[in-house]
């Protein structure tokens, strides 16, 4: 408590410090200039017309070589106007920040919003199994410290990818048509008037809008994708019109855009690795392979030090009758290696090969109305409708390692015991077939306006709503082979194997002994409303502006199963294991699946997936519970200029408080009784920031930025979930309501020297400090604070907690995620350089970008916090050589990332165990040709994601010990679009 006190009147004091800077500077600056991107900092109505749809007029006094900057003046267009306009917008603006704009309507440049913000330094793109850009993380955070927003208001989406789960503030581009953008902007120093939830930046995603063209116009685009993998077809359309009366003081949009998709993923997966659990009579009786005094291992200790033990070699088998499993047969069946290493050979839990196929269906709507009766008045509405149907017929075959009953010969291992190649006897698989099915909408309506009273005296409102929901569908079909003896290997990227079996045969023998099956589902709901104002007096440059805002975010996600209680035992009377291979086709990857609408339809799935019962999580490991956040913000900002040795600075300072309540609420099980518990929490924050840009040469600007950003808690780790570990109720498992927000104190250091056209060069240095990074901890609490009747406690403790001076004194060790008590350090540097070469060849230019980040921690609880930081790059580039000329284009990128630690250590009970993410790199290539003089000027396209086909690969803890895999193939689109 003392350190928030200390803490808020520390920001208060820079906040009026700040303040008082500002307010002079405010009078001491030179005559006012044209209004720049600065402005359009301050809310999300004023990016309303960004950079690209009205390019600001030069003033006299500027240079020849300022002037030549212009938007106005340049005649690029396509890709290269694209740029023009970041550069642009980046020039004039007064903190850090970066743009992305699309040249027309329906022209954004790149197929996916995350692959655009790929090519802006310190942009970490996470990408889905199926290579899709998925979301993205900003210098160093995860993607959860990224606030994201559309026209300025908050974005909370339901959905979640294909291995991602989504438990806390992640936000999924892929459901956002690119088509409907014009502008996407990434801001990686704060203003006050910005939305507060971001403490790594802020990406807001502005939609197009009726004055965003000059004329009426409509615009067509029609494409097809083929995937390598899927091997089908993926046809999308999309038709965008828009219309101004004819004083243009009022216009309509309207956009519809559908997408047919076909998934194709081929992969790996193993679930992590394991070793032995040899019995005693494996492990005793000494080994002459080792020197003498070290015999290995003594009587009753057990083979495996290092933990694991998932594999349990039997002691005999039927193959091998009259033989006796013990330490002295493993030996002789795997010469060369000793107990010891027997019992430390690495094998993959379960192994198996995956394949995905299915559809990934969009349909989109995008509508907005602006009225500008007068040159005082600027209202509009924009409403956003997305509908996702996504199937996925998953399937793996899997060689049990995890409670396998393998038996070793000939086996070799490596220096990390890491199995090389081996003979298994008793080997067993079992085919996972996962049908998932999953519908996701989302809508939003953004109602706003800006009014002028005076020349410097401008009102900015906005509401906005959104809601989002998902239902997936998700069962599980699960059947065992025969006994075989096979042959593994593991010299590559992943291992393989040979059989007798037929794993594409249904009729080799496959049996529900063993098996499963389940009916899982899934349903979330997230649901946001917000509304801001904002007062703004002095013009554009100069100014003072104060602001309030409201915002609520909700969210709920409930699993339901029926995990083999009532679907399972009915499913195996109607297709008993005599049955089972009428149920069973050949698959497309070598081994079997299962003919779905068959069985769903002769074991009634539907009823039984339609009553299940509401449990504790979902399958995707999302547990089951919501939370309910009021937040309330007001906000000071002063924007202004002053001449410094004859050089413009301009500045941006202010402060925002931000208090937040909120409600947490989930299922509590205690003594058997199920009851939804709702715990509380609040707390506030100021956050003062402050930018300067001065540009001390005519094409050279430099920045500096300070300043106080904040992400709210995972609510995942903040609800009830409470659990009793013991008889004595004196150990509990719970979430913390009482965990406080992640705090960053920022500060940036950079410039850039512009060259002409759309061409800079960039670099800055940056310096995160973050409090309140969590970790898992203990809390010794009250038993009263942990909100549990005491009455819904078993006796025994019941009477555990009276004999410990009873319900209002007693206390219990609480383990939950805390806040820790020490400090996350980032470090970093970002380059760019965007470079024309029209003096190489007319048209031709270069863009490349590079960032590097060093992560420490500092404090008290610094070791425990280490390591905590997982999916993070340390370096990551991107690169993209391009050419246009008035009918033709091309353009190749490359983007690369550094592999990042995935996890914690301890991965499968094997304590140095850790995953890691490989290095990987993605080759596209756009390209477009104008026919020109025909109606429309269509604009013929090629593109091909991946060209190399690159896939993507974690491992764990050693490099050949593959973690998963997945080929998302090369995809190759064609299309058409053009403007009438």
Same mark, same amino acid.
């Given at each position: 408590?003392?350190?928030?006190?200390?803490?808020?009147?520390?920001?208060?004091?820079?906040?009026?410090?700040?303040?008082?800077?500002?307010?002079?500077?405010?009078?001491?600056?030179?005559?006012?200039?044209?209004?720049?991107?600065?402005?359009?900092?301050?809310?999300?109505?004023?990016?309303?017309?960004?950079?690209?749809?009205?390019?600001?007029?030069?003033?006299?006094?500027?240079?020849?070589?300022?002037?030549?900057?212009?938007?106005?003046?340049?005649?690029?267009?396509?890709?290269?106007?694209?740029?023009?306009?970041?550069?642009?917008?980046?020039?004039?603006?007064?903190?850090?920040?970066?743009?992305?704009?699309?040249?027309?309507?329906?022209?954004?440049?790149?197929?996916?919003?995350?692959?655009?913000?790929?090519?802006?330094?310190?942009?970490?793109?996470?990408?889905?199994?199926?290579?899709?850009?998925?979301?993205?993380?900003?210098?160093?955070?995860?993607?959860?410290?990224?606030?994201?927003?559309?026209?300025?208001?908050?974005?909370?989406?339901?959905?979640?990818?294909?291995?991602?789960?989504?438990?806390?503030?992640?936000?999924?581009?892929?459901?956002?048509?690119?088509?409907?953008?014009?502008?996407?902007?990434?801001?990686?120093?704060?203003?006050?008037?910005?939305?507060?939830?971001?403490?790594?930046?802020?990406?807001?995603?502005?939609?197009?809008?009726?004055?965003?063209?000059?004329?009426?116009?409509?615009?067509?685009?029609?494409?097809?994708?083929?995937?390598?993998?899927?091997?089908?077809?993926?046809?999308?359309?999309?038709?965008?019109?828009?219309?101004?009366?004819?004083?243009?003081?009022?216009?309509?949009?309207?956009?519809?855009?559908?997408?047919?998709?076909?998934?194709?993923?081929?992969?790996?997966?193993?679930?992590?690795?394991?070793?032995?659990?040899?019995?005693?009579?494996?492990?005793?009786?000494?080994?002459?392979?080792?020197?003498?005094?070290?015999?290995?291992?003594?009587?009753?200790?057990?083979?495996?030090?290092?933990?694991?033990?998932?594999?349990?070699?039997?002691?005999?088998?039927?193959?091998?009758?009259?033989?006796?499993?013990?330490?002295?047969?493993?030996? $002789?069946? @795997?010469?060369?290696? #000793?107990? =010891?290493?027997?019992?430390? +050979?690495?094998?993959?839990?379960?192994? &198996? %090969?995956? !394949?995905?196929?299915?559809?990934?269906?969009?349909?989109?709507?995008?509508?907005?109305?602006?009225?500008?009766?007068?040159?005082?008045?600027?209202?509009?509405?924009?409403?956003?409708?997305?509908?996702?149907?996504?199937?996925?017929?998953?399937?793996?075959?899997?060689?049990?390692?995890?409670?396998?009953?393998?038996?070793?010969?000939?086996?070799?291992? $490596?220096? @990390?015991?890491?199995? #090389?190649? =081996?003979?298994?006897?008793? +080997?067993?698989?079992?085919?996972?077939? &996962? %049908?998932? !099915?999953?519908?996701?909408?989302?809508?939003?309506?953004?109602?706003?306006?800006?009014?002028?009273?005076?020349?410097?005296?401008?009102?900015?409102?906005?509401?906005?709503?959104?809601?989002?929901?998902?239902?997936?569908?998700?069962?599980?079909?699960?059947?065992?082979?025969?006994?075989?003896?096979?042959?593994?290997?593991?010299?590559?990227?992943?291992?393989?194997?040979?059989?007798?079996?037929?794993?594409?045969?249904?009729?080799?023998?496959?049996?529900?002994?063993?098996? &499963?099956?389940?009916?899982?589902?899934?349903?979330?709901?997230?649901?946001?409303?917000?509304?801001?104002?904002?007062?703004?007096?002095?013009?554009?440059?100069?100014?003072?502006?104060?602001?309030?805002?409201?915002?609520?975010?909700?969210?709920?996600?409930?699993?339901?199963?029926?995990?083999?209680?009532?679907?399972?035992?009915?499913?195996?009377?109607?297709?008993?294991?005599?049955?089972?291979?009428?149920?069973?086709?050949?698959?497309?990857?070598?081994?079997?699946?299962?003919?779905?609408? &068959?069985?769903?339809?002769?074991?009634?799935?539907?009823?039984?997936?339609?009553?299940?019962?509401?449990?504790?999580?979902?399958?995707?490991?999302?547990?089951?519970?919501?939370?309910?956040?009021?937040?309330?913000?007001?906000?000071?900002?002063?924007?202004?200029?002053?001449?410094?040795?004859?050089?413009?600075?301009?500045?941006?300072?202010?402060?925002?408080?931000?208090?937040?309540?909120?409600?947490?609420?989930?299922?509590?099980?205690?003594?058997?009784?199920?009851?939804?518990?709702?715990?509380?929490?609040?707390?506030?924050?100021?956050?003062?920031?402050?930018?300067?840009?001065?540009?001390?040469?005519?094409?050279?600007?430099?920045?500096?930025?300070?300043?106080?950003?904040?992400?709210?808690?995972?609510?995942?780790?903040?609800?009830?979930?409470?659990?009793?570990?013991?008889?004595?109720?004196?150990?509990?498992?719970?979430?913390?309501?009482?965990?406080?927000?992640?705090?960053?104190?920022?500060?940036?250091?950079?410039?850039?020297?512009?060259?002409?056209?759309?061409?800079?060069?960039?670099?800055?240095?940056?310096?995160?400090?973050?409090?309140?990074?969590?970790?898992?901890?203990?809390?010794?609490?009250?038993?009263?604070?942990?909100?549990?009747?005491?009455?819904?406690?078993?006796?025994?403790?019941?009477?555990?907690?009276?004999?410990?001076?009873?319900?209002?004194?007693?206390?219990?060790?609480?383990?939950?995620?805390?806040?820790?008590?020490?400090?996350?350090?980032?470090?970093?540097?970002?380059?760019?350089?965007?470079?024309?070469?029209?003096?190489?060849?007319?048209?031709?230019?270069?863009?490349?970008?590079?960032?590097?980040?060093?992560?420490?921690?500092?404090?008290?609880?610094?070791?425990?916090?280490?390591?905590?930081?997982?999916?993070?790059?340390?370096?990551?580039?991107?690169?993209?050589?391009?050419?246009?000329?008035?009918?033709?284009?091309?353009?190749?990128?490359?983007?690369?990332?550094?592999?990042?630690?995935?996890?914690?250590?301890?991965?499968?009970?094997?304590?140095?165990?850790?995953?890691?993410?490989?290095?990987?790199?993605?080759?596209?290539?756009?390209?477009?040709?104008?026919?020109?003089?025909?109606?429309?000027?269509?604009?013929?396209?090629?593109?091909?994601?991946?060209?190399?086909?690159?896939?993507?690969?974690?491992?764990?803890?050693?490099?050949?010990?593959?973690?998963?895999?997945?080929?998302?193939?090369?995809?190759?689109?064609?299309?058409?679009?053009?403007?009438?």
């Amino acid at each position: 408590m003392e350190m928030l006190i200390a803490r808020t009147v520390l920001s208060r004091s820079l906040s009026v410090a700040l303040l008082g800077l500002a307010s002079g500077a405010v009078f001491a600056q030179a005559q006012p200039q044209q209004p720049t991107s600065s402005a359009q900092e301050q809310t999300s109505s004023q990016a309303s017309q960004p950079p690209a749809a009205e390019p600001a007029a030069a003033p006299a006094e500027r240079t020849e070589s300022e002037q030549i900057k212009e938007l106005d003046r340049v005649v690029a267009t396509g890709f290269r106007q694209s740029l023009e306009y970041s550069t642009q917008a980046k020039r004039e603006s007064t903190g850090f920040t970066d743009s992305i704009f699309a040249e027309d309507m329906g022209k954004f440049p790149d197929v996916n919003i995350a692959e655009s913000l790929a090519r802006i330094p310190g942009i970490q793109l996470n990408r889905d199994v199926n290579g899709e850009g998925l979301n993205v993380a900003i210098r160093g955070l995860p993607n959860s410290f990224t606030k994201t927003t559309i026209n300025g208001a908050s974005v909370a989406t339901a959905s979640i990818g294909l291995d991602s789960t989504n438990q806390n503030r992640e936000v999924d581009l892929n459901l956002f048509p690119t088509e409907f953008f014009s502008q996407i902007k990434v801001s990686k120093s704060p203003t006050a008037a910005l939305t507060e939830g971001g403490a790594a930046g802020v990406i807001d995603m502005r939609n197009v809008r009726p004055f965003d063209r000059p004329e009426s116009q409509l615009t067509y685009i029609l494409q097809a994708d083929y995937n390598d993998i899927a091997e089908k077809a993926s046809p999308r359309g999309t038709v965008i019109g828009s219309w101004l009366n004819e004083d243009k003081t009022f216009g309509v949009l309207a956009g519809v855009t559908s997408a047919r998709g076909k998934l194709g993923v081929e992969g790996y997966e193993t679930v992590g690795w394991t070793n032995p659990n040899l019995t005693n009579s494996q492990c005793v009786g000494g080994d002459p392979n080792t020197a003498p005094g070290n015999q290995f291992p003594a009587m009753g200790q057990p083979c495996n030090t290092t933990g694991g033990n998932g594999w349990r070699i039997p002691s005999s088998i039927a193959s091998r009758p009259g033989e006796v499993i013990d330490a002295q047969w493993l030996r $002789d069946h @795997n010469p060369g290696l #000793t107990t =010891a290493q027997i019992g430390e +050979a690495l094998i993959p839990r379960l192994g &198996r %090969p995956v !394949h995905m196929s299915g559809d990934r269906d969009r349909d989109s709507f995008l509508g907005s109305m602006q009225w500008r009766p007068n040159e005082n008045v600027d209202m509009y509405m924009d409403v956003l409708y997305t509908k996702a149907e996504r199937s996925n017929d998953r399937i793996d075959m899997n060689l049990i390692g995890r409670n396998g009953a393998m038996v070793p010969t000939n086996m070799q291992l $490596d220096a @990390n015991n890491v199995v #090389t190649s =081996a003979t298994f006897e008793n +080997a067993q698989y079992f085919l996972e077939a &996962r %049908p998932y !099915h999953e519908e996701v909408q989302y809508w939003q309506v953004t109602p706003g306006g800006t009014f002028y009273f005076a020349d410097d005296v401008k009102l900015d409102v906005q509401g906005s709503m959104s809601r989002s929901w998902m239902r997936r569908d998700s069962p599980t079909i699960l059947f065992n082979s025969p006994l075989t003896t096979i042959q593994y290997t593991n010299n590559g990227d992943i291992p393989s194997w040979t059989t007798d079996l037929d794993l594409n045969d249904p009729n080799i023998g496959w049996t529900w002994t063993g098996g &499963r099956v389940w009916a899982q589902n899934e349903k979330r709901v997230t649901e946001t409303s917000g509304l801001n104002a904002s007062l703004q007096l002095g013009d554009d440059r100069n100014n003072v502006t104060f602001g309030l805002a409201w915002d609520e975010n909700y969210r709920t996600i409930v699993g339901f199963g029926d995990t083999g209680t009532n679907w399972q035992p009915y499913a195996l009377s109607q297709v008993p294991t005599s049955e089972l291979p009428n149920y069973i086709t050949p698959g497309p990857f070598g081994f079997v699946t299962v003919d779905f609408n &068959r069985f769903m339809a002769d074991t009634n799935y539907a009823f039984y997936r339609d009553n299940a019962g509401e449990s504790s999580g979902a399958n995707t490991g999302a547990p089951t519970g919501g939370f309910d956040e009021a937040n309330t913000a007001a906000f000071m900002m002063v924007n202004g200029e002053s001449e410094i040795w004859n050089r413009t600075m301009r500045f941006n300072m202010g402060v925002r408080y931000a208090q937040t309540d909120q409600q947490i609420k989930g299922p509590v099980t205690i003594n058997g009784v199920r009851n939804y518990q709702t715990l509380s929490g609040d707390y506030a924050e100021w956050l003062p920031s402050f930018s300067a840009a001065w540009d001390v040469a005519d094409n050279i600007v430099l920045r500096t930025s300070a300043s106080r950003t904040m992400t709210r808690p995972n609510p995942s780790s903040m609800l009830p979930a409470t659990t009793f570990t013991d008889i004595s109720a004196q150990i509990a498992n719970q979430g913390n309501p009482d965990l406080t927000p992640y705090i960053s104190t920022n500060f940036d250091i950079g410039g850039e020297w512009y060259t002409g056209g759309e061409g800079f060069v960039g670099v800055t240095l940056f310096n995160k400090r973050i409090e309140g990074y969590t970790y898992q901890g203990v809390t010794t609490r009250p038993f009263t604070s942990l909100g549990i009747p005491f009455e819904s406690l078993t006796v025994d403790q019941q009477r555990a907690i009276n004999n410990r001076g009873g319900a209002d004194v007693a206390t219990v060790n609480v383990q939950q995620q805390v806040n820790a008590d020490a400090e996350l350090e980032i470090r970093g540097i970002e380059l760019i350089w965007v470079q024309p070469l029209n003096f190489v060849f007319e048209g031709l230019g270069f863009m490349a970008n590079f960032s590097k980040l060093n992560i420490d921690t500092i404090g008290k609880d610094a070791n425990a916090l280490a390591g905590n930081v997982y999916g993070v790059s340390p370096k990551m580039w991107n690169a993209t050589t391009y050419w246009e000329n008035d009918i033709a284009s091309v353009r190749l990128s490359y983007n690369w990332q550094e592999g990042a630690v995935g996890t914690g250590p301890n991965q499968q009970g094997i304590p140095f165990a850790q995953i890691y993410g490989e290095d990987r790199g993605q080759l596209d290539l756009s390209s477009s040709y104008t026919l020109h003089g025909i109606k429309s000027e269509p604009q013929i396209f090629f593109n091909v994601l991946n060209i190399t086909g690159e896939e993507r690969r974690s491992f764990f803890a050693y490099d050949n010990a593959v973690n998963d895999m997945y080929d998302p193939g090369t995809t190759y689109t064609i299309g058409v679009r053009g403007t009438f």
